[in-house]
């Protein structure tokens, strides 16, 4: 549905996005994951025609960016970084706009305001002026903006920044509720625990392309595994012979638990666990450790600075 | 283009504009100052007043007629001359909202990424700034005329406006210097991110109105066809001229990045 061949963008002398080259399928659930100034707003613009590439190709449902803009632009809706509404406008009136500039008809035009007005809970304000809407409703309504029409292909450029946590789950729902219509979606955040949650696969970019996968791959192939153990108290003893044990690369203790970082957990964790037993040690749970993503991001990032 | 596009941009900038308080007063109260105060200031002082002596006659005053009359006459027409000013103004602060004050809340990008053409938003963004002014223009200028023909029936014994000039002012060269202000402001929305300084490059395109109006009163052009025809030709290829520089620097993939 999306392709980049070599997508590049140069700001005078700055390489924004250099030589992205990836797919995203139909009905996919895609996360762009980089850190601030990688480059991941000036793609999204890209490939929704709002900047030229200075370098490669991107196509979208078939058509190219750049070549084909109106095509583009046609099937493709976008949750731009700012929501850029209209304040002195009511939030019906700022749908309606956008729905008559993507040609959706009068009939459709309301079941779909009034569908995606109601899944993010902003039925009951259609006809409040959006200057009154916090910060979060003003995002709530810009991704239904992004929707009005139906489009194939769905860019959100960091849709859960601003919001609360039960927002942020309204929305992910939202997003998720989409995915069943196999519309594609396009995210960039920097939100790791949601692209783990949400994403088919994502990319890690820092202006080059670093790492692409499903998030269960990306920490397999990339993060160091850690088995997190929680016992009822950590003593040195316990510490000191974890370490010492084969498998066991590094430990570290946080509060009353041990974070112990193993080459292959599945052979390691059960030795772990007996050495642990037998310097007197009370488990009350053993976990892989969390965030495994986060870690696996944090350390390719790192990387690709150094 | 497809005009229904082009309109509903239109319709929601106009719908935007009115619920800016300070433009949509100046919209409602410079109409208001021309309609009234400058009939009341320039010719009913003159219609109350003692008939001037006829070596005195101001340079505008119209050729051929008893001297009361001429001066008034003249003064009709540099009151209908004035009206100008009015499309030539208004546009700028409409388009000063619409077109940097977008840019500025960063409105534009979602426009921009809708599937409309780039002469579609043009033209409804255009269309927005042209449409008030030209019916504030006309609202006003109606205004104009009942205080006019009231104030110098007496005098004449017939209606004084509309007249020749007054038809020629408001039919074609109002829309004319409409569109020549709305292109300027469009020009000038690429180079500035502030609304303030827009409106006040925006105001550099009431000039040749300006010049005009200065040329007439100081009686160095009088209202005769030879001289309309010649304005208004350089009114009609100014406007096409802007209009076709204002295109020119709409380059929509360019915007969101040079148009700081
Ligand atoms: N219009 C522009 N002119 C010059 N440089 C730009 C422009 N837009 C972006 N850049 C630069 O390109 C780089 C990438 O910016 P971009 O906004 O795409 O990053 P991002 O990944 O979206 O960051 P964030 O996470 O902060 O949103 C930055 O270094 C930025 O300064
Ligand atoms: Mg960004």
């Known amino acids: ?306 | 283009m497809r005009p229904d596009r082009v309109w509903e941009i239109a319709r929601k900038d106009m719908a935007s504009v009115r619920r800016h308080k300070y433009v949509l007063y100046g919209l409602i109260g410079i109409p208001l100052i021309f309609a009234i105060f400058i009939p009341m200031a320039s010719i009913y002082p003159v219609v109350t007043s003692e008939e001037p002596l006829d070596n005195k006659l101001p340079p505008f005053a119209q050729p051929g007629m008893a001297p009361k009359q001429a001066v008034v006459t003249g003064l009709a027409n540099m009151a209908v001359l004035m009206f100008m000013f009015l499309p030539a103004a208004i546009p700028s602060t409409i388009a000063s909202y619409t077109f940097v004050g977008e840019k500025v809340n960063r409105q534009l990008e979602p426009l921009l990424a809708t599937p409309t053409t780039d002469l579609e938003l043009l033209i409804g963004k255009g269309l927005g700034a042209f449409v008030p002014a030209m019916a504030a223009t006309f609202a006003s200028f109606a205004g104009l005329v009942a205080i006019v023909d009231v104030l110098t029936f007496p005098l004449f014994g017939y209606l004084l406006l509309p007249n020749l000039i007054s038809a020629v002012v408001l039919l074609v060269y109002a829309p004319l210097v409409c569109l020549l202000s709305v292109s300027w402001s469009i020009f000038i929305s690429s180079k500035v991110s502030d609304v303030r300084a827009a409106m006040q490059l925006g105001i550099v395109g009431i000039a040749p109105v300006l010049l005009f109006y200065f040329l007439f009163m100081g009686g160095i052009v009088s209202l005769e066809w030879m001289t309309l025809v010649a304005f208004g030709l350089v009114l009609a290829s100014a406007s096409a001229g802007l209009f076709a520089l204002s295109k020119a620097t709409f380059q929509r993939e360019e915007i969101l990045t040079k148009w700081r």
Not at chain 1, 148 to 155: G, I
Not at chain 1, 199 to 225: H, M, W, Y
Not at chain 1, 230 to 258: P, T
């Open chain 1, 1 to 306: 549905m999306i392709k980049l061949q070599g997508l590049t963008r140069k700001f005078n002398g700055l390489v924004a996005v250099d030589g992205l080259t990836f797919e995203v399928g139909e009905g996919e659930i895609f996360g762009l994951l980089g850190p601030n100034g990688a480059g991941k707003t000036t793609t999204v613009r890209m490939l929704c025609c709002l900047i030229k590439p200075t370098g490669g190709k991107a196509f979208v449902g078939g058509y190219e960016v750049g070549k084909d803009a109106l095509r583009v632009r046609e099937i493709v809706g976008l949750l731009p970084e700012a929501p850029g509404l209209y304040g002195e406008l009511s939030a019906y009136r700022n749908l309606e706009f956008y729905a008559k500039l993507y040609g959706v008809p009068k009939r459709r035009r309301e079941e779909n305001i009034e569908r995606f007005l109601k899944m993010l809970g902003l039925w009951g304000r259609r006809d409040d002026p959006v200057a009154t809407f916090s910060r979060g409703m003003q995002q709530k309504l810009a991704i239904v903006r992004a929707m009005v029409h139906e489009p194939k292909v769905l860019f959100l450029d960091e849709p859960t920044a601003a919001l609360a946590p039960e927002s942020a789950k309204t929305v992910r729902d939202f997003i998720l509720e989409l995915k069943q219509e196999r519309r594609t979606i396009f995210l960039c955040t920097h939100n790791l625990h949601e692209a783990e949650r949400l994403c088919d696969r994502v990319a890690i970019t820092n202006s080059k392309l670093i790492a692409i996968g499903s998030p269960s791959e990306l920490e397999q192939k990339f993060g160091p595994s850690r088995t997190e153990i929680r016992l009822e108290r950590v003593s040195r003893k316990i510490v000191d012979a974890v370490r010492r044990l084969k498998h066991v690369k590094g430990v570290e203790v946080v509060g009353d638990k041990l974070m112990v970082e193993v080459e292959d957990p599945e052979a390691a964790n059960p030795v772990i666990v007996e050495a642990v037993v037998k310097h007197g040690g009370r488990v009350r749970y053993v976990a892989r450790a969390v965030h495994a993503l986060e870690e696996t991001y944090l350390r390719l990032v790192r990387e690709s600075e150094a």
